[in-house]
């Protein structure tokens, strides 16, 4: 499975971006996936994840109410509308293939792409 990651920017805060990762593989449609971001200095975080049908949602505290997970599984895409960027929402996102299901562990998932940086302004 490969994945490529797009969509990142330089942005105001309060503005928005939708990142989008494109997969590559038959494994898409069955298995979860998910966004993590690393800002500098800092460890990967976990940020939003969805299950293979688009049924099931989970997100950080951090960006709950403000980001939006969603698939296209027919595209072999997923994506990430970003609403009310903050400052501190700036970090390079990854997407990420978990196999069996949704998690927040990022040693739970499979297969990561390169990561899109994303810059919020103040």
């Known amino acids: 499975v490969q994945l490529q990651a797009s969509g990142g920017g330089l942005v105001q805060a309060g503005g928005s971006l939708r990142l989008s990762c494109a997969a590559s593989g038959r494994t898409f449609s069955s298995s979860g996936m998910g966004w993590f971001r690393q800002a500098p200095g800092k460890e990967r975080e976990f940020v939003a994840a969805i299950g293979w049908s688009g049924g099931y949602t989970y997100y950080a505290d951090s960006v709950k109410g403000r980001f939006t997970i969603s698939r296209d599984n027919a595209k072999n895409t997923v994506y990430l509308q970003m609403n009310n960027l903050k400052p501190e929402d700036t970090a390079v996102y990854y997407c990420?293939?978990?196999?069996?299901?949704?998690?927040?562990?990022?040693?739970?998932?499979?297969?990561w792409g390169q990561g899109t940086l994303v810059t919020v302004s103040s």
């Open positions: 990420a293939v978990n196999r069996w299901g949704l998690s927040r562990y990022t040693s739970e998932y499979d297969y």
